[in-house]
Nanobody, 121 residues
Framework: QVQLVESGGGAVQAGGSLRLSCILS????????MGWFRQATGKQREFIAH???????RYADSLKGRFTISRDNAKKTVYLDLDSLKLEDTGVYYC???????????????WGQGTQVTVSS
């Protein structure tokens, strides 16, 4: 059974930083893309960034520069470094995995349960 488990969320003051981690288990299949999304209360899920197994990355324009994605293929882990956090970054952060490198921005095969990030003033 494939599982994605996020960790590293929590409460932080505006301007602070967090590192989120997501570990994939339950499969030895090659994962083409691992990505991060977030969803604030009452809003649609939003793409943050993704990274291919070859190290290519893509970011949402509005978040590039403050958020950084990285990936350890050997550990089947993807990370998201959140810097200069703002109140509007509050939400549930999800990681996702896709077998195929090619696919739509929001098309993923597996999703984690999410980790809460709360930014306060």
């Amino acid at each position: 059974q494939v599982q994605l488990v996020e960790s590293g969320g929590g409460a932080v003051q505006a301007g602070g930083s967090l590192r989120l981690s997501c570990i994939l288990s339950g499969t030895s299949t090659h994962i083409g893309v691992m990505g991060w999304f977030r969803q604030a209360t009452g809003k649609q899920r939003e793409f943050i960034a993704h990274m291919t197994s070859a190290g290519g990355s893509r970011y949402a324009d509005s978040l590039k520069g403050r958020f950084t994605i990285s990936r350890d293929n050997a550990k089947k882990t993807v990370y998201l470094d959140l810097d200069s956090l703002k109140l509007e970054d509050t939400g549930v952060y999800y990681c996702a995995a896709r077998l195929d490198v090619v696919g739509g921005l929001n098309e993923y095969d597996y999703w984690g349960q999410g980790t809460q990030v709360t930014v306060s003033s």
